[in-house]
């Protein structure tokens, strides 16, 4: 008998577990007080310390901190937006987690994964301040902090191994500070080609979870659990220094690509020109170029011959080689008229064999139609020598030879040095300040536009490639800044300033940005960006 009343009574204390689990749940999850009570309103002079530092993260961080701006414009303008921005926020979650839904659906062997109902509710979120920081860098740094009490209605119906469950979202709180990137700036609306986010600590994330009707948030230790879940899921994605990165234009609409090889260009000789002067021969020289909106190089004019030598290289650099072409012009020189055109030719960049030096004897064309029966008419020929040359590119090198060091006595190579002018502060002219930038690099001189009546002028038109034989890294550059006046004043250029910088820096880090005090100048500054891009 004692066996058996031991067997019973374990049986009786596992069924008494079970019931009391049951029992626990719905008492849980049914019982809660539904009662709503007023909240009690005072003004805050009657509270005390206690209570008014319970209040404090509460308070819009632009009362206590300066640096955040108030942004209630923006706040309106999203209220009145928000019926809209409602409907497309959740087409876009349905379209983007439903790949999702069905690799899990899948994998875990569940049936279908539905949205019953999916509304973010009639409450807009809003931005209790935006701190905007200083940069020198091509690109706009935003940081708003985003609070959320929204009233979503969220219905997912879920049906596994025949049994089927409604999850219902409800009550739904986000609380983050975000740092919004937006780079680089172009010419090209919006202006900025990505957008890059980033959250600077833990988001607090608080909702309602029901399940047949009851609160599952209700069970105990399961809130803080879910809570802490979440949080660390999403740190783990997007806690700074780790980002979500959104694209909005695409490489090819950008105005500026990166140069991703130099192309040298001999251009040796023609032959059989045809005669463009009926009282003597033709006065040639070759343009060449890249394509439409590239810069163009030309040979100097050979007069009065049809066969003219040149041997002369130029340097072009390459943006896109399997979609480039270099282009030839021969033209006959006129001191009066337009020049006129003895034939043209190209060469797809994409036939080229990098670091190859090849020859190209080419018959010039009227023009690139092949259906164009003129194009069959003798023009001579262009025979010219092509390298190119693409540019090292540090981030896919492999890590095993990332520290290995070339071979001794091994020569410099070339490439192209980049400078971008982008703005000047506090400038000061005695009789007038029109500022523009001159470059000077071994001989060679390059100048940005004047901008009219600007103490702190910025240049769109301050960028510009130095094409090199070898690395600079014992050379200078010096940065003048003028101002210009009018053509009938007594004083029509004064220098507002200058700077002189060593190009070491540059070649061993290949990027400088900063921002230089100018020589001769009380508070003058100009940004200065530098790029070496070696072959």
Request: include cysteine.
């Amino acid at each position: 008998m004692g066996f058996f009343s031991t067997v019973f009574g374990l049986f009786g204390f596992g069924i008494g577990i079970v019931f009391g689990l049951v029992c626990g749940y719905f008492i849980f999850i049914y019982w809660q007080s539904t009662e709503v009570k007023e909240p009690i309103i005072k003004p805050l002079g009657e509270l005390d310390s206690e209570s008014i530092q319970k209040l404090l993260p509460e308070i819009p961080l632009w009362v206590k901190n300066p640096d955040y701006d108030r942004v209630d414009w923006l706040n309106r303008f999203v209220g009145e937006l928000w019926p809209y921005l409602n409907k497309a926020i959740c087409k876009i979650i349905k379209e983007t987690t439903k790949p999702m839904i069905d690799e899990y659906s899948a994998k875990y062997k569940i049936d279908s994964v539905e949205f019953e109902c999916l509304t973010l509710g009639n409450l807009p979120p809003t931005l209790h301040g935006i701190k905007a920081y200083d940069t020198q860098e091509s690109e706009i740094i935003l940081e708003p902090v985003l609070k959320w009490a929204g009233n979503p209605n969220i219905l997912v119906r879920v049906k596994a191994y025949g049994i089927q469950a409604t999850v219902q979202l409800v009550d739904l709180q986000v609380s983050a500070i975000a740092r919004v990137t937006l780079k680089p700036l172009v010419p090209i609306f919006p202006c900025f080609s990505k957008i890059v986010v980033s959250l600077m600590e833990k988001p607090h994330v608080d909702f309602g979870l029901k399940l047949v009707g009851g609160d599952l948030m209700a069970i105990p230790g399961l809130y803080g659990f879910v809570q802490d879940i979440i949080k660390d899921q999403v740190a783990n994605l997007y806690l700074w220094p780790k980002y979500l990165e959104v694209p909005i234009l695409d490489d090819s609409r950008m105005a500026i690509k990166k140069p991703v090889g130099m192309l040298k260009v001999t251009i040796v000789n023609c032959k059989n020109l045809r005669k463009a002067d009926l009282m003597g021969k033709s006065d040639p020289y070759v343009k060449m170029s890249l394509g439409e909106g590239t810069l163009s190089k030309k040979t100097q004019k050979k007069m009065s011959t049809l066969n003219p030598e040149w041997n002369e290289t130029h340097s072009l650099l390459v943006q896109d080689p399997s979609s480039q072409a270099l282009e030839l012009q021969v033209y006959d020189w006129e001191k009066v008229s337009s020049h006129d055109l003895l034939g043209v030719q190209m060469i797809q960049l994409s036939s080229l064999t990098p670091d190859d030096w090849q020859t190209h004897t080419l018959n010039l064309r009227k023009n690139m139609d092949d259906n164009d029966p003129s194009n069959q008419k003798p023009r001579g020929q262009i025979t010219l020598n092509t390298l190119y040359t693409p540019f090292k590119d540090e981030e896919v090198i492999p890590e095993e030879e990332e520290n290995e060091a070339p071979p001794e006595g091994t020569p410099v190579g070339g490439g192209c040095l980049i400078v971008f002018v982008h703005e000047a502060e506090d400038l000061e002219g005695k009789h007038h300040c029109n500022p523009y930038v001159k470059i000077l690099y071994k001989g060679h001189e390059y100048k940005t536009k004047a901008i009219k009546k600007n103490r702190d002028p910025k240049w769109t038109d301050g960028r510009f490639e130095i094409m090199c034989p070898e690395a600079p890294e014992n050379d200078r550059i010096k940065i003048e800044v003028w101002s210009k006046g009018s053509s009938m004043g007594l004083h029509r250029h004064e220098p507002l300033g200058y700077v002189d910088i060593s190009l070491a820096d540059v070649v061993s880090n290949k990027r400088l940005n900063q921002e230089y005090q100018l020589i001769d100048s009380r508070n003058g500054k100009v940004l200065v960006e530098l790029q070496w891009l070696s072959g």
